[in-house]
């Protein structure tokens, strides 16, 4: 699987100083197919109310104990924790946004990579803000899948989320779509980040289309079905273990 080599520690560090010191700094995100982009970090904070419809959704959906992956300031943890009383564990490769989790009240936040975990059941995985992005390149899918059923309690779920780019992509006169596979998939993307004077090396990050999420979970003997679509090509989705 992909394994990000974010040092410096961007996302912690932009974390913390908003958490301490209320530094609304941006991080700025680069990619050599588009223009620079920017995350806001307060909305790293931002509570239920002002969660997308598709991350509302997937927290409704939350049952069991609890894996968020990927889990930043840790706000999707804090409400499935406080309001909705389940056991949460938040996970992260940002040891800064874990401990920031952990001073918010995260009761068991682990500066740790998905792939590294072992030996523990989940009865829900939760990936947000599109939680195909860990995966990294398409080839990376069958460890990312069998490392889910590693994870999973009998009777398990994963949500997961991601979008299609292939709006980003012209359309011909009968409204299909031509796109070069010559260089890949075209959801696999690398970026780099910036938060003040300190800049990333580079990473790679997938968005996947549900169609090949779909066969990938197929593969692997999970059923895949699409919970939600939003507006953007955006979806959520949830697998389970084939019976």
């Given at each position: 699987?992909?394994?990000?080599?974010?040092?410096?520690?961007?996302?912690?560090?932009?974390?913390?100083?908003?958490?301490e010191?209320?530094?609304?700094?941006?991080?700025?995100?680069?990619?050599?197919?588009?223009?620079?982009?920017?995350?806001?970090?307060?909305?790293?904070?931002?509570?239920?109310?002002?969660?997308?419809?598709?991350?509302?959704?997937?927290?409704?959906?939350?049952?069991?104990?609890?894996?968020?992956?990927?889990?930043?300031?840790?706000?999707?943890?804090?409400?499935?924790?406080?309001?909705?009383?389940?056991?949460?564990?938040?996970?992260?490769?940002s040891?800064?946004?874990?401990?920031?989790?952990?001073?918010?009240?995260?009761?068991?936040?682990?500066n740790?990579?998905?792939?590294?975990?072992?030996?523990?059941?989940?009865?829900?995985?939760?990936?947000?803000?599109?939680?195909?992005?860990?995966?990294?390149?398409?080839?990376?899918?069958?460890?990312?899948?069998?490392?889910?059923?590693?994870?999973?309690?009998?009777?398990?779920?994963?949500?997961?989320?991601?979008?299609?780019?292939?709006?980003l992509?012209?359309?011909?006169?009968?409204?299909?779509?031509?796109?070069?596979?010559?260089?890949?998939?075209?959801?696999?993307?690398?970026?780099?980040?910036?938060?003040?004077?300190?800049?990333?090396?580079?990473?790679?990050?997938?968005?996947?289309?549900?169609?090949?999420?779909?066969l990938?979970?197929?593969?692997?003997?999970?059923?895949?079905?699409?919970?939600?679509?939003?507006?953007?090509?955006?979806?959520?989705?949830?697998?389970?273990?084939?019976?």
């Amino acid at each position: 699987m992909n394994k990000p080599k974010n040092n410096p520690d961007i996302f912690g560090k932009a974390i913390t100083a908003f958490f301490e010191k209320a530094d609304e700094t941006d991080i700025v995100v680069h990619s050599p197919d588009f223009d620079d982009d920017v995350i806001p970090v307060p909305y790293l904070f931002r509570s239920y109310k002002e969660m997308q419809p598709l991350e509302q959704q997937a927290l409704k959906l939350c049952r069991g104990k609890v894996l968020d992956v990927g889990c930043g300031a840790g706000s999707h943890s804090l409400y499935l924790q406080q309001e909705r009383n389940l056991v949460v564990t938040a996970i992260d490769t940002s040891a800064g946004a874990i401990k920031v989790c952990r001073k918010r009240g995260i009761s068991d936040a682990r500066n740790i990579a998905f792939e590294d975990l072992s030996e523990e059941k989940f009865d829900t995985i939760l990936l947000l803000m599109n939680g195909t992005g860990i995966v990294g390149k398409m080839k990376f899918l069958d460890a990312f899948f069998e490392q889910l059923k590693n994870l999973l309690a009998e009777n398990g779920q994963v949500l997961i989320d991601s979008s299609d780019l292939i709006y980003l992509f012209d359309t011909d006169e009968d409204g299909g779509v031509w796109v070069d596979t010559t260089n890949g998939y075209y959801g696999e993307l690398t970026y780099r980040l910036s938060y003040k004077a300190e800049t990333s090396n580079s990473f790679d990050w997938l968005y996947l289309d549900f169609e090949s999420l779909s066969l990938a979970a197929d593969k692997h003997r999970f059923n895949c079905e699409k919970i939600y679509e939003g507006e953007h090509y955006d979806y959520l989705a949830r697998l389970t273990v084939k019976k």
